[in-house]
Nanobody
């Protein structure tokens, strides 16, 4: 079993930056593909970014490409989402997710591809 705990959310003005963190425990973190998703009120959970087990491959949704950067630190069991040039439409609860298995872009953007989820952290971007 894996436990994921997100932190770093908050209120920020449009154009600002935030760094989200996700701490993992309970299983060898380096064996997991990791991802970030988000869910705005009244909307379905949507894919944001994913990173391979060793960190060499990343994948982003078109809506965040160039503004958000996913990274990981296997020595400290953490995955991060650096967010810059934030927009009001980035407002959502952000979830960290872990996947057993390989990194493959064709299904990294699917909620069903992930086995473990955190509780989420709220990000609010004001205009």
């Amino acid at each position: 079993q894996v436990q994921l705990v997100e932190s770093g959310g908050g209120l920020v003005q449009a154009g600002g930056s935030l760094r989200l963190s996700c701490a993992a425990s309970g299983r060898t973190f380096s064996t997991l593909v990791m991802g970030w998703f988000r869910q705005a009120p009244g909307k379905e959970r949507e894919f944001v970014a994913a990173i391979s087990r060793e960190g060499g491959n990343t994948y982003y949704s078109d809506s965040v490409k160039g503004r958000l950067t996913i990274s990981r630190d296997n020595a400290n069991n953490g995955v991060y989402l650096q967010m810059s040039s934030l927009k009001p439409e980035d407002t959502a609860v952000y979830y960290c997710a872990g996947r057993n298995g390989i990194f493959r872009r064709s299904y990294m953007n699917r909620v069903s591809s992930y086995d473990y989820w955190g509780q989420g952290t709220q990000v609010t971007v004001s205009s």
